[in-house]
């Protein structure tokens, strides 16, 4: 089926992850232009821009707002952006327990990096285009023992989404912003958390008692991305999770 994503420069935040990787490579089969960012993980950024044939690749920390600056000034035009990075501290730490660093730092690696994503792909969108935002179900459900993420993630997919929807179209009348909320997912992130003993617990609420890979999630990215197959949703949430229902409180 036709995206019409081909020829459509897009930019991958957290390009160097699991999920990233996966998206870079989703858009580039469909003939896309895609533009590799990463920030720790440059040697992996490198084989998947030479994988890609060639790819671009940038380099910045998105909690910065002077890197996040010179990512889009390198990156040029863009007509789409996968706004994929974040990270999840795997330590579960009550709210009472919780230190102010690790609240500031995982809200900043995730949702004051997903804020000025946005605003620099926003400010040099010149025509229609599309921004994909990747959050979480934790975002849907919280996350006990990790209050902060949880909190970030609920943010883009509340409040941040349901805005950016309603005012980029005044600068761009057809732009589409939408977002992805992954469950658990097989990746470098969740290393040591999915154990076949561990899907067995964490999927109790799921109607698909298996948890997803990067590919499952790229593939929704593409398609929210796609001026074809969505043309006409902006504002949604697309939930890659098995059906997942909530989260288990008891053992």
């Not at 849907?140 to 993630?153: M, N, T």
């Not at 499952?216 to 890659?240: F, N």
Request: some cysteine; charged content about 25%.
């Amino acid at each position: 089926m036709e995206t019409g994503l081909a020829g459509k420069r897009v930019l991958v935040t957290g390009a160097s992850g699991g999920i990233g990787s996966a998206c870079a490579r989703a858009f580039g089969a469909e003939r896309a232009e895609v533009v590799v960012h990463y920030h720790r993980g440059r040697d992996r950024a490198e084989a998947l821009a030479a994988e890609l044939g060639g790819a671009q690749i940038v380099g910045a920390d998105l909690t910065r707002e002077d890197d996040v600056d010179r990512l889009f000034a390198q990156a040029g035009r863009l007509e789409v952006c996968a706004a994929v990075a974040g990270t999840w501290p795997s330590e579960d730490v009550p709210v009472w327990e919780l230190p102010l660093e690790r609240w500031q730092d995982t809200l900043g690696a995730n949702l004051t990096a997903t804020f000025l994503t946005a605003r620099g792909f926003l400010r040099q969108l010149e025509r229609d285009g599309a921004l994909v935002l990747v959050s979480s179900t934790a975002g849907l459900f919280g996350e006990a023992g990790h209050a902060d993420y949880a909190a970030a993630k609920s943010a883009i997919l509340g409040g941040l989404l349901l805005s950016l929807k309603n005012e980029v179209v005044r600068k761009a009348p057809r732009a589409r912003v939408n977002a992805v909320a992954p469950g658990w997912t097989e990746s470098a992130m969740t290393r040591g958390h999915v154990s076949e003993e561990q899907v067995q617990r964490i999927s109790r609420t799921m109607a698909l008692r298996k948890i997803a890979q990067p590919e499952d999630v790229a593939r929704q990215v593409v398609v929210l991305a796609s001026p074809e197959l969505s043309g006409h949703v902006t504002g949604q949430v697309v939930t890659v999770a098995g059906g997942m229902e909530g989260r288990v409180v008891h053992d």
